[in-house]
């Protein structure tokens, strides 16, 4: 058989063999494609600064919660990224997120994350609501209308007191009260002070709420006094009743009596 024969003969033999394979072919190079293109999406979560570094002994810490970074998902320019390691720095208002290292995201991209089943938001994403301050809040609950927040901050302090437990928000198991240093031991000054301030947001605005007498001003004087009578009704001035409990169950009395 000549040479010129032989070529066509192959062809011939090898042309059905690649009709067959090349749906599974162009198949699998859709999905590398996908692939890609998701990763790529994906990628700018991380494309951030650094996140801050405090390298200087401070008690306490920086986060919202706790050190640790929990999975959870965010709603990150308009897309939303699911099964993502994340924190919340509450002195530098920064939604953090963890892959290789640790870096910030761009705040003014991010609408809300779940970290750990708790919602947080940021009320200035893209001017839905006035006066919000700057960061994330955590979302307690919705009612009649209303949104119930609140929002951690915390900046770094310096005096001689013990500040533990909850002077700081929380127990900081590596607490020291002095270090061992060369010229003998220092006492640790600097800590991260722990605030928490609760905002109402009402017909787009958002105010603070410092006590019950703020929260009932955020209502016409009728409608205040029948919250108040309920509020009276159910002991929530009670000594073991806090503001949070207080505004949470009016919230709930407010949408199921829609006052």
Do not use: W
């Not at 006590?211 to 409608?223: E, G, H, I, S, Y």
């Amino acid at each position: 058989m000549g040479c010129k024969y032989m070529k066509r003969y192959i062809l011939l033999s090898v042309l059905p063999i690649l009709i067959t394979l090349s749906p599974s072919l162009f198949a699998q190079s859709a999905e590398r494609a996908a692939y890609a293109e998701a990763a790529a999406e994906k990628a700018l979560i991380y494309r951030g600064r650094l996140a801050p570094e405090y390298n200087f002994r401070c008690n306490g810490h920086c986060y919202v919660e706790s050190k640790e970074f929990k999975r959870g998902s965010v709603m990150y320019n308009g897309r939303l990224y699911e099964d993502v390691l994340l924190n919340i720095d509450a002195c530098s208002n920064l939604l953090l997120v963890k892959q290789v290292m640790c870096s910030a995201t761009v705040r003014d991209y991010v609408d809300y994350a779940v970290i750990d089943g708790r919602r947080y938001v940021n009320l200035n994403y893209q001017g839905r609501c006035e006066n919000a301050p700057e960061g994330f809040l955590e979302e307690i609950c919705k009612g009649g209308g209303l949104g119930f927040y609140s929002k951690v901050t915390k900046r770094i302090s310096s005096d001689d007191g013990y500040h533990n437990g909850e002077d700081i928000g929380y127990y900081d198991p590596d607490y020291l009260e002095y270090v061992t240093t060369p010229a003998g031991d220092m006492k640790v000054q600097r800590y991260f002070q722990y605030l928490k301030k609760y905002y109402v947001v009402k017909d787009g605005k958002a105010c603070m709420v410092r006590n019950r007498r703020a929260f009932l001003k955020l209502f016409d004087r009728q409608t205040a006094s029948r919250l108040r009578h309920y509020a009276n009704e159910r002991d929530l001035y009670g000594q073991y009743s806090t503001l949070e409990d207080y505004v949470k169950a009016l919230l709930s009395h407010i949408e199921e009596e829609k006052l």
